[in-house]
């Protein structure tokens, strides 16, 4: 009992096919609360199909899923109660401002004072003074952050990401990661999907990877080392990669 | 349960909110929906009105009913382009993944469309009043009228929702408005129908939108409403329950 607790979510012989394609062939993996888990895979490899059925918005074949305990088939609305999801495509309405898109959220959750939680997340997520112009004028890394504000709007347990950094600039794809070590590090549990491996990396606690519809490695980063054959030791020249002299250029620009 | 049922008009008024701002922050939808038929108005009763013979003295009044029409015609195909764009984003999922109810997102867009057509309207028949237009008629017949408009507007916002949820483009999804909007041409909103070529003719006579104009310039005259009242309430009522079949069939399987 007190094993089961202590996850977020649990998945056992998921199952779903698309027509004639067959997605998921019994997929199994469990998350702890309050960590971070990557799925990883390639393009097409059933990564967002398994964050659909997850969030209820996809019914599964076969197989079970719970998240923060409840069955996401039989009570999904239990479910929507306890996460949301920060989708592939941006989930932010352009013609509104960030503060009305934040606003509209907590009237959707019911909450009280919406417009003090509104001026708190754009705070927190550096967008204050962006705040009263209609999104459609962010940059890619500003709608990413309102993206991801909008869904810690009721501080829900569960919040998945579906490819939170893709399509982002270096800069931007840090300060997602600052926001999902942050959010982690408040007790939240975190589920995202990623085809970056770094991202996996720097990120996740725990490290899924999915391929042709079965998962083919579980565990931290460390045990998926092992994995592979023990590192030899070599002496190399470290050349700073083009995205340090990127940041690092860039830094001092901003130091100036 | 208990939540989502209990905050529905609550959601649903979150919904009506956001889409009513998406209207008035578009220039294009106000230009689309108040203005070009009001122009039309103008067009036709000082420009073409001289020349047309409809056997009433204020061509204004005869005119109107087919204005209001045209301009929900046109106000539909914006329901269906912003429904078209929500299913195109990732709102409807994120919508859809919080604990409110499913329909909740869907009604939002058809309530919009009631309320936003109704403000044209009005603004259409306040122009309308400047121009000269008169009725005798009282809050009944009035009633009457806001009703099946309401009706009209109800039936061509879930044929446009079924063009919203389905279409594959931008194009494909306001395309199915431009024969809507070009019905009352053909039909006894701009002349009378005795004037047109047989074919033509039997067209216009036995089309939706004759029955409901003529129904429409009875009531405000104040003359008897006959038959048409019925023809014209049946046409906007098989319509609507058949186009609601088919979107909310379409909505369940997209989400």
Same mark, same amino acid.
């Given at each position: 009992?007190n094993?089961?607790q202590?996850k977020?979510?649990? +998945?056992?012989?998921l199952?779903?096919?698309?027509?004639?394609?067959?997605v998921?062939?019994?997929?199994?993996?469990?998350?702890?609360?309050?960590?971070?888990?990557?799925?990883?895979?390639?393009?097409?490899?059933g990564? %967002?199909?398994?964050?659909?059925?997850?969030?209820?918005?996809?019914?599964?074949d076969?197989?079970?899923?719970?998240?923060?305990?409840?069955? +996401?088939?039989?009570?999904?609305?239990?479910?929507?109660?306890?996460?949301?999801?920060?989708?592939?495509?941006a989930?932010?309405?352009?013609?509104?401002?960030?503060?009305?898109?934040?606003?509209?959220?907590?009237?959707?959750?019911?909450?009280?004072?919406?417009?003090?939680?509104?001026?708190?997340?754009?705070?927190?997520f550096?967008?204050?003074?962006?705040?009263?112009?209609?999104v459609s004028?962010?940059?890619?890394?500003?709608?990413?952050?309102l993206?991801? !504000?909008?869904?810690l709007?009721?501080?829900?347990?569960?919040?998945?990401?579906?490819?939170?950094t893709?399509?982002?600039?270096?800069?931007g794809?840090i300060?997602?990661w @600052? %926001?999902?070590?942050?959010? !982690?590090?408040?007790? %939240?549990?975190?589920?995202l999907t %990623?085809?970056?491996?770094?991202?996996a990396e720097?990120?996740?606690?725990?490290?899924?990877?999915?391929?042709?519809?079965?998962?083919?490695?579980?565990?931290?980063? !460390?045990?998926l080392?092992?994995?592979?054959?023990? !590192?030899?030791?070599?002496y190399?020249? @470290?050349?700073?990669?083009?995205?340090?002299?990127?940041?690092?250029?860039?830094?001092?620009?901003?130091?100036? | 349960?208990?939540a989502?049922?209990?905050?529905?008009?609550?959601?649903?008024?979150?919904?009506?909110?956001?889409?009513?701002?998406?209207?008035?922050?578009?220039?294009d939808?106000i230009?689309?929906?108040?203005?070009?038929?009001?122009?039309?108005?103008?067009?036709?009763?000082?420009v073409?009105g001289?020349?047309i013979?409809?056997?009433?003295?204020?061509?204004?009044n005869?005119?109107?009913?087919?204005?209001?029409l045209?301009?929900?015609?046109?106000?539909?195909?914006?329901?269906a382009?912003?429904?078209?764009?929500d299913?195109q984003s990732?709102?409807?999922?994120?919508?859809?993944?919080?604990?409110?109810?499913?329909s909740?997102?869907?009604?939002?867009?058809?309530?919009t469309?009631l309320?936003?057509?109704?403000?044209?309207?009005?603004?259409?028949?306040?122009?309308?009043?400047?121009?000269?237009?008169?009725s005798?008629?009282?809050?009944?017949?009035?009633?009457a009228?806001a009703?099946?408009?309401?009706?009209?507007?109800?039936?061509?916002?879930?044929?446009?929702?079924?063009?919203?949820?389905?279409?594959?483009s931008? /194009?494909?999804a306001?395309g199915?408005?431009?024969?809507?909007?070009?019905?009352?041409?053909?039909?006894?909103a701009?002349?009378?129908?005795?004037?047109?070529?047989?074919?033509?003719?039997?067209?216009?006579e036995?089309?939706p939108?004759?029955?409901?104009? /003529?129904?429409?310039?009875?009531?405000?005259?104040?003359q008897p409403?006959?038959?048409?009242?019925w023809?014209?309430?049946?046409w906007c009522v098989?319509?609507m329950?058949?186009?609601?079949?088919?979107?909310?069939?379409?909505?369940?399987k997209?989400?």
């Amino acid at each position: 009992m007190n094993a089961k607790q202590n996850k977020a979510i649990q +998945v056992m012989g998921l199952q779903k096919s698309y027509k004639t394609v067959h997605v998921l062939k019994g997929v199994d993996f469990e998350v702890e609360k309050g960590s971070i888990f990557a799925l990883l895979g390639s393009n097409g490899a059933g990564k %967002t199909t398994i964050i659909k059925i997850l969030t209820t918005l996809l019914k599964q074949d076969g197989g079970t899923a719970t998240v923060n305990g409840f069955d +996401v088939a039989a009570k999904a609305d239990l479910v929507r109660q306890s996460i949301s999801l920060t989708g592939q495509f941006a989930a932010v309405d352009e013609i509104l401002t960030g503060r009305e898109n934040l606003i509209m959220i907590a009237n959707l959750r019911h909450l009280k004072n919406p417009r003090q939680i509104a001026e708190d997340l754009l705070n927190r997520f550096g967008l204050s003074d962006a705040a009263d112009r209609r999104v459609s004028t962010y940059s890619g890394g500003m709608r990413r952050r309102l993206d991801i !504000a909008m869904s810690l709007v009721g501080n829900p347990q569960v919040i998945f990401l579906d490819e939170p950094t893709t399509g982002l600039d270096p800069e931007g794809r840090i300060e997602v990661w @600052k %926001t999902v070590k942050a959010l !982690a590090a408040n007790g %939240t549990t975190v589920f995202l999907t %990623t085809q970056y491996l770094e991202e996996a990396e720097q990120l996740a606690d725990r490290i899924v990877i999915l391929h042709e519809g079965k998962i083919i490695a579980n565990g931290t980063l !460390a045990d998926l080392k092992k994995l592979f054959p023990p !590192a030899k030791v070599e002496y190399i020249e @470290k050349q700073p990669s083009l995205e340090d002299v990127f940041l690092a250029i860039v830094g001092k620009k901003e130091e100036n | 349960m208990q939540a989502t049922k209990k905050y529905y008009f609550s959601d649903m008024g979150v919904m009506l909110s956001r889409s009513m701002r998406h209207i008035f922050r578009s220039m294009d939808t106000i230009m689309t929906v108040t203005i070009t038929p009001i122009a039309m108005m103008l067009l036709f009763v000082y420009v073409f009105g001289g020349a047309i013979q409809t056997g009433t003295a204020n061509y204004v009044n005869y005119l109107l009913p087919g204005i209001m029409l045209i301009a929900i015609a046109s106000g539909i195909s914006y329901t269906a382009y912003r429904l078209f764009l929500d299913m195109q984003s990732g709102i409807f999922d994120r919508f859809h993944s919080m604990p409110i109810a499913r329909s909740a997102a869907l009604w939002g867009h058809v309530l919009t469309s009631l309320v936003s057509n109704a403000i044209s309207v009005m603004v259409i028949i306040l122009v309308a009043l400047i121009m000269g237009f008169r009725s005798p008629a009282g809050v009944l017949s009035w009633l009457a009228v806001a009703g099946i408009l309401a009706l009209f507007t109800l039936a061509l916002t879930w044929i446009a929702a079924i063009a919203g949820l389905s279409a594959k483009s931008m /194009d494909g999804a306001t395309g199915f408005a431009y024969p809507i909007i070009f019905l009352p041409f053909i039909s006894s909103a701009f002349v009378p129908t005795a004037s047109m070529p047989k074919v033509v003719r039997a067209f216009a006579e036995n089309q939706p939108v004759t029955s409901i104009v /003529d129904a429409i310039r009875a009531l405000l005259s104040n003359q008897p409403v006959g038959s048409e009242l019925w023809v014209a309430l049946a046409w906007c009522v098989g319509i609507m329950v058949v186009a609601y079949f088919f979107a909310m069939r379409i909505y369940q399987k997209r989400v």
